[in-house]
């Protein structure tokens, strides 16, 4: 009974031994891997390389969004011609209504159907109002969001070309309150986006 005690006691001392080895160099190969795996995510403060640019100069100075929005105050003035037009001639038929109605030039039923056709066209008129301002705005919003992707586009080849691995843009009272000069790069934003995009580039 003895020797069997002794053989099963080195036995269970054996694999504790072992065990005791395992855990503490697979432990040993988890951190070094845990530690590599941090340290691939922390960046070196060495190689960030930021820069911003001034979002009202770029635009105020980019051939292709003056063109647009020459472009669309073209639009909104023919079609405030359009409607000034539109409503000129409603006055004229309400003034002849009234004419009518007022000297008995019409009968009672024949008075009610102006009436009636004359709140129709306003109805109208208010229509087309509304109509004409919402395909302004849709369209102002839909090419400033062109605009804004073209930006955004150029702007990222400009940093893989320079090694920017931050681009801030800023506008009056926006949240950049300072910037030092060295790290403005508007004036380079504004002439590759007036070469990139040539004048009559068609916006995609």
């Known amino acids: 009974m003895k020797i069997a005690n002794i053989v099963t006691n080195a ?13 503490f160099t697979g432990n040993g190969k988890h951190d070094g891997d ?6 691939a995510e ?13 979002m009202d100069s770029v635009m105020s100075q980019w051939d292709l969004y ?8 073209q639009k909104q003035a023919k079609m405030e ?11 004229q ?23 009636q056709q004359l709140a129709t066209e306003e109805q ?30 150029y702007v990222s080849e400009l940093s893989q070309e320079k090694g920017y691995s931050y681009v801030y843009s800023y506008q009056f009272g926006g949240n950049l309150i300072y910037g030092a000069k060295p790290y403005d790069i508007t004036n380079a934003i504004v002439t590759g986006l ?11």
């Not at 003056?66 to 105050?73: A, K, N, R, T």
């Not at 011609?81 to 006055?91: K, W």
Request: no cysteine.
């Open 34 to 39: 845990s530690k590599r795996a941090v340290s």
């Open 42 to 54: 922390i960046a070196d403060p060495s190689d960030i390389s930021i820069a911003y640019f001034n």
């Open 66 to 73: 003056f063109e647009y929005q020459q472009e669309l105050g």
């Open 194 to 204: 007036n070469e990139k995009y040539q004048s009559g580039t068609e916006l995609q």
């Open 11 to 23: 036995v269970l001392g054996a694999a504790v031994i072992v065990l005791f080895i395992f855990h």
């Open 81 to 91: 011609a359009d409607f000034a037009g539109r409503t000129e001639t409603f006055y």
């Open 124 to 153: 109208n008129l208010m229509t087309l109002q509304n109509q004409y301002s919402a395909e302004l705005q849709e369209e102002g919003m839909v090419k400033n969001r062109q605009m804004l992707d073209m930006i955004e586009r």
């Open 93 to 115: 038929s309400v003034q002849d209504a009234q004419y009518k109605i007022q000297r008995q030039l019409v009968t009672r039923s024949e008075a009610e159907q102006l009436q």
